[in-house]
């Protein structure tokens, strides 16, 4: 249940049916609620074409930027399993998060992708050219390659895109 001002917009992550995302993302467009869907360009081949479509990045999952009024309704909303939790509570994923998603998603140069792996922390970097300038993360090295990490802790997701390391700064610890 989220406690905090009822007026405050905040973003929250749901659980969605399996593979209903993008009808649930549409239906809580259609109530006026403010929703985010990840969706990445792939190339998929049947056996006589091919053909580019939108998948979900995150198999399951959507975002809604909400107030306490509109809490209820998202439940009740078609395709729409429940809130992801954390301590009983709909987990509250930080705007910059989202924000950061959105910037990765937008760009084509280089493919985002989805990793279960858990990390340990690595050295925090900032990207300071290129299309995701500006965004800040974790640098992992994985089997050799160097690519940038953003992890979304409430959901227990993270996102890779492999940068070149002339793309990178490493941010001071304080």
Known sequence: MIQKDPEIKRWYAIYTRSRAEKKAHDDLL???????????????????????????????????????HDYDRVLRTNNVV??????????????????????????????????HETF????????????????????ADIRGKHRFLLQIEQIEQSFTVEVPSEYLSAIPEN
């Open 120 to 139: 340990s922390p690595g050295k925090k970097v900032e990207i300071i050219q290129g299309p995701l300038v500006g965004l800040r993360g974790e640098l």
């Open 30 to 68: 259609r109530q006026g609620i403010e929703s985010f869907l990840p969706l990445q360009r792939k190339l998929r081949q049947w056996k006589d074409r091919k053909k580019w479509v939108e998948l979900p990045l995150m198999s399951g999952y959507c975002f809604v930027n909400i107030t306490r």
């Open 82 to 115: 429940c809130y992801i939790t954390f301590e009983g509570s709909a987990a509250e994923i930080r705007k910059e998060q989202i924000a950061a998603l959105k910037k990765m998603l937008e760009q084509n140069e280089f493919e985002v992708e989805i990793n």
